[in-house]
């Protein structure tokens, strides 16, 4: 099948790659535009697994305020570079994270992070549910496995499904970042101050 320049546009508009990498992944893909992204994506994750251990040491801490003033979040993003720090698509990458705790009030950047309490609190809570579900004693560690799963979905900053694209989860943007920056691009921590409620 023929690639045409009007369909390597198309790809180049939808997933911000380079000229000769939609190309590429539309010749790869039989012109399946569809699988060329994903095509994209794969090779984005494998280039942005090689630069995680690159040091991210610039960037911004992003503020958003929201509710009237009753709700508050501060997130730092990092990068490798102050250039790419200060691009627009950075800070309109940090401003959607930003966003993103406000509405959805993860509990922590990454699943490596979630205090332990929190999690075995939960895992006891699946275990009751389990055993009180009537179901065979066998399936019990699948049902549990599945809660524990759709538990980290939904407090797990990089897991959860973003607000304003929920085909997409944090982390399908943090690559997209990383493989349109060539940069190892970082979600550091956060913050988030709710009024009148108690920090735990």
Known sequence: MD???????ELRDKTNAGMMDCKKALGQCGGDMAK?????????????????????????VMAYIHAGGKLGVLVEVNSETDFTGKTDEFTQFAKDLAMQIAAANPIC??????????LARERE???GQAKDSGKPEKIWDKIIEGKIKKFMSETVLVKQAFVKDPDKTIEDLLNEMRAKTGENIQIRRFARFQLGEQSA
């Open 36 to 60: 060329a992204v994903d095509w994209l994506r794969q090779k984005g994750l494998a280039v942005a697994a090689k630069r995680a251990d690159r040091v991210a040491s610039e960037g911004q």
């Open 109 to 118: 950047v990454t699943e490596e992070e979630m205090p332990a309490d929190i």
């Open 125 to 127: 809570i699946y275990i």
């Open 3 to 9: 690639i045409t320049a009007s369909m390597v546009k």
